[in-house]
C-alpha cells in the first residue's frame, strides 16, 4: 500500500508524463525523423533507386549460394536501410528454405513474414534438409503458390 506521499508523488509525475507526451504530438516530423547521414549516399536517394541497388546487391536466383540471407544485413545498417529494404518485395523473393528435422513455431513464423514481404514479385524457392517437408512448410509454400517461378 503506498503512502499518502507516495501516491502524490506517483500522481504527480503520471501529470507530468501526460503533459511531455502531449508535447511531443507538437513536435514537427522534420525534427524526430532520423538525420540523414551525409557520407550515406543511399540517405538522398529516391527510394525506387535504393531498392534497385539493394536489390543488386544480392544474388541472382539462378546463382543460388548459402542461405540466401543477404537481404537480413540490410535490417541491421540502420533505419533508413531497414525501411528500403523491408519495403522492397524482390529483395524476399528469392528463398532458401532449410527444413529441419524439429519443426518449431518461430521458425514458420520467420518463413511466413519472409514470403509475405516478397509480395507480388516471382518466388525462386529452393529446399533441402528433411527428404518430407513438414506440413506446415508445405501449406506455407501451397499458399505462395500462385507467385512461385522456381521449384
Known amino acids: 500500500m503506498l503512502s499518502g506521499e507516495s501516491t502524490s508523488t506517483v500522481a504527480q509525475l503520471a501529470s507530468e508524463i501526460r ?5 511531443e504530438r507538437d513536435i514537427p516530423s522534420e525534427v524526430t525523423q532520423e538525420p540523414t547521414d551525409p557520407c550515406d549516399p543511399i540517405a538522398s536517394l529516391p527510394l525506387e533507386i535504393s531498392s534497385e541497388i ?3 546487391c544480392v ?3 539462378n546463382e543460388r549460394r548459402g542461405t540466401l540471407s543477404e537481404p537480413l544485413l540490410f535490417l ?4 533508413r536501410w531497414k525501411d528500403i529494404a523491408l519495403s522492397t518485395g524482390k529483395l524476399w523473393s528469392n528463398v ?4 529441419p528435422s524439429q519443426l518449431s513455431r518461430e521458425y514458420t513464423t520467420f518463413l511466413e513474414e519472409w514470403l509475405a514481404r516478397a509480395g507480388t514479385n516471382l518466388l525462386y524457392l529452393s529446399l533441402s534438409g528433411s527428404p518430407y517437408p513438414a506440413p506446415a512448410i508445405l501449406r506455407l509454400v ?3 503458390a500462385h507467385h512461385l517461378h522456381e521449384l
Open 19 to 23: 503533459i511531455l507526451q502531449s508535447s
Open 54 to 56: 539493394f536489390t543488386h
Open 59 to 61: 544474388p541472382h536466383p
Open 76 to 79: 541491421g545498417v540502420c533505419t
Open 96 to 99: 532458401h528454405i532449410h527444413v
Open 142 to 144: 501451397a499458399g505462395h
